[in-house]
């Protein structure tokens, strides 16, 4: 952890030596100009959760710290570009996040060190702007995460796309070991319809595990980050592909979203491979303020008077149904459908107090591998069928 930390902080001083030396532009003018934009942001972000389940012992009411984040941007000598955020969670565990330089080569950008691969519309979409509390199950089940590599992108206005290759997480976790070679392809046509906003894309990610490395599981919490896990399978696949299709609009103060997701694992054993799927349909609308589809991504939502204006804030409401299927593993790791509902209290457009409620209709599958312990004694018993209802607090601050 120390060994982080003094990384991260090494890279900033020798980042931003040449213009802590330079003093003012007047004193230095060929060396101070290095660095500029220097930006430091951060966010906190806490979770309460309430939930119980109808056929077995599950029943939580706790809380913890999501994630702290404080993160360094800015560019080098105009054109290239560098981010790096540091994150500690509920546990005390710091990690790197991010942590990449990118360089502009006249339309599209090369990008090198760790970020996320380019799957997903929900899981490029920053958890600070999620319109629900938690991501869609499928992203998580599926591993879409950071990991050290190199890519090309490009954004435009009606356009974008990204191509990378990619080795394990900077962190050196046994379950992102291996490479991945991912993908995504966006546009944003226009309908003749005045203010519309429209997204649609597809990405895949081929992975492959170390020879030597675990192999592949596939899991889920209910809903809440913080219960354990309600569905899971054995460790069985050597690699996968996934596929994703995806899908948004917004308009004025309402916005919706879906996307479909197909995970075909290959397993060495096994007879043949198997297919793991899950996919989610929201929407919602705004009093007080508009979403914002941009970049291929929902982004910060516009709040027209916040309280530290003298308002009220604005007021977010959302519906998503979520499903998840793991039922096609070698040993099932069952499935479920979920439901949330979910209110936000933008104070103003940096702080948000929200409250999602949900409801889950679940198949535990039949391994006990992974599971939080409620779920897997139940599993024990013979329970297959659960249902879980609970409710999930959120206070967000980003700067």
Not at 21 to 42: C, H, R, V, W
Not at 343 to 355: C, K, N, S
Not at 364 to 386: I, K, N, P, S, Y
Request: aromatic residues 10%; proline residues 4%.
């Amino acid at each position: 952890m120390l060994f982080r930390i003094a990384l991260w902080a090494i890279g900033a001083v020798i980042i931003s030596g040449p213009a802590a030396l330079a003093g003012s532009p007047d004193n230095n003018p060929a060396i101070a100009p290095a660095l500029s934009d220097l930006k430091i942001f951060g966010r906190v972000v806490a979770d309460y959760a309430i939930a119980s389940g109808e056929n077995s012992d599950f029943d939580i009411s706790s809380g913890e710290l999501r994630t702290a984040r404080i993160g360094l941007s800015g560019k080098l000598y105009g054109r290239a570009k560098f981010k790096t955020e540091l994150s500690i969670d509920n546990d005390g565990d710091i990690a790197l996040t991010d942590a990449y330089m990118e360089y502009n080569i006249g339309g599209p950008t090369i990008r090198v060190g760790q970020f996320k691969t380019p799957n997903s519309f929900n899981e490029q979409t920053s958890s600070k702007y999620t319109l629900t509390h938690e991501r869609a199950a499928f992203t998580d089940a599926f591993s879409l995460n950071r990991r050290v590599g190199v890519a090309v992108l490009e954004n435009r206005y009606r356009y974008s796309y990204a191509l990378g290759i990619f080795a394990q997480n900077i962190e050196g976790e046994k379950t992102f070991g291996g490479y991945a070679v991912a993908g995504r392809f966006t546009l944003a046509p226009e309908f003749g319809v005045e203010g519309l906003q429209t997204h649609f894309g597809v990405s895949a990610r081929y992975r492959k595990t170390d020879s030597d490395g675990p192999l592949l599981r596939y899991r889920q919490r209910p809903v809440s980050h913080i219960p354990g896990r309600i569905l899971a399978t054995e460790r069985f696949a050597s690699s996968d592909v996934f596929i994703g299709l995806e899908a948004a609009a917004a308009t004025g103060r309402f916005w919706a979203a879906g996307e479909y997701a197909l995970t075909v694992a290959s397993c060495d054993a096994c007879p043949g491979d198997d297919t793991l799927s899950g996919g989610y349909i929201e929407a919602g609308f705004m009093v007080n303020g508009e979403p914002t589809l941009k970049g291929a991504r929902f982004d910060r939502p516009k709040v027209f008077s916040g309280v530290d204006e003298g308002g009220l804030g604005a007021l977010a409401l959302a519906l998503r149904a979520d499903t998840i299927d793991l039922e096609n593993a070698p040993t099932s790791g069952g499935g479920y459908n979920s439901y949330t509902i979910g209110a936000d209290w933008w104070l103003t457009a940096r702080i948000r107090l929200g409250v999602n409620g949900y409801i889950i209709d679940a198949d535990l599958g039949e391994t006990t591998a992974g599971l939080g312990a409620a779920f897997a004694d139940g599993v024990l018993a013979g329970l297959r069928d659960e249902t879980v209802r609970g409710a999930a607090f959120r206070a967000q601050f980003d700067f």
